[in-house]
């Protein structure tokens, strides 16, 4: 089995900052992309960013410039630092993770949401 798991949010005032972290856990052989989704009340989820494995990255162009995508490969984690943050970054942040199992298949999985609001 496999665990994705978020954490790092919060409450933080307007222009303030968040360093979010995902971490997967279990039968990994590797993964693929990781990337970091929201969901604000009464919208869909929307894609924030996502890093692939060779490094190369993916931003929304509602957090280019303020968010930045890392990962740490060895410990199956990626990472979110979101930083000059605004009121409408409120959100559940949710990570996801395309993951080889030892099985030989891939499987894409969730974290539980790690919930950031920003206050103006």
């Known amino acids: 089995q496999v665990q994705v798991v978020e954490s790092g949010g919060g409450l933080v005032q307007s222009g303030g900052s968040l360093r979010l972290s995902c971490t997967a856990s279990?039968?990994?052989?590797?993964?693929?992309?990781m990337d970091w989704y929201r969901q604000a009340p009464g919208n869909q989820r929307e894609l924030v960013a996502l890093?692939?494995?060779?490094?190369?990255?993916n931003y929304a162009d509602s957090v280019k410039g303020r968010f930045t995508i890392s990962r740490d490969n060895a410990k199956n984690t990626v990472y979110l630092q979101a930083n000059s943050l605004k009121p409408e970054d409120t959100a559940v942040y949710y990570c996801?993770?395309?993951?080889?199992?030892?099985?030989?298949?891939?499987?894409?999985?969730w974290g539980q949401g790690t919930q950031v609001t920003v206050s103006a």
């Open positions: 279990g039968d990994i052989v590797s993964i693929n992309s």
């Open positions: 996801r993770a395309d993951v080889k199992r030892l099985n030989g298949f891939t499987y894409q999985y």
């Open positions: 890093i692939r494995t060779t490094g190369s990255t």
